[in-house]
Structure formats: structure tokens, C-alpha cells
């Protein structure tokens, strides 16, 4: 399973909602909305998930929820932001 797929198999056992995406140059994109606490543990179970050593950079940035998302999807790289 993909690393997308992971994630979004792991965002099931989470109070978050979201959505990931490959992106054109070859990176993932993520973003979730939740509770500050629920989101870092999230955040812990994709690493847990096997999927760390795909991960080579991070960056975070948090931010107000927006309150627009329901459940947690895969998108297309071309889908636009929602």
C-alpha cells in the first residue's frame, strides 16, 4: 500500500479530517483539521504506520480550521486546493 493509501487508512482511527495528494515535482501533500492533541497523534501513528522512512522532509504549519472538510480523502495531484 502506498503511502497516501496508508494515510488514509490511518486517519480512520482519528477525530480528523482531510486530505492527501501526490504533488507534480514528487512530494506529498497532507492537510488535516482536529483538535491540536488528536492531530499530533495523528501525525505520530503515520510515522508508526511503517511509513517513516518515506518521509524525508516535514513541514508543519498550523492554523485555524477552516470547518469545510468532511472525512479524509485522496486526491488527485490536480485536484485543487478545497
Known amino acids: ?9 490511518v486517519a480512520r482511527g482519528f ?4 486530505w492527501v495528494r501526490n504533488l507534480p515535482e514528487g ?3 497532507l492537510v488535516a483539521e482536529g483538535d491540536r492533541d488528536e ?3 495523528f501525525r505520530e501513528a503515520v ?13 508543519v504549519s498550523w ?3 477552516q470547518g469545510n472538510l468532511s472525512g ?7 485536484a485543487a486546493h478545497r
Open 27 to 29: 512530494g506529498v501533500e
Open 47 to 59: 510515522r508508526e504506520s511503517g511509513l517513516a522512512p518515506c518521509i524525508r522532509h516535514e513541514s
Open 15 to 18: 477525530e480528523v479530517t482531510g
Open 39 to 41: 492531530l499530533e497523534a
Open 63 to 65: 492554523s485555524d480550521a
Open 72 to 78: 479524509f480523502e485522496i486526491l488527485s495531484e490536480r
Open 1 to 9: 500500500m502506498g503511502f497516501r493509501y496508508t494515510t488514509r487508512q
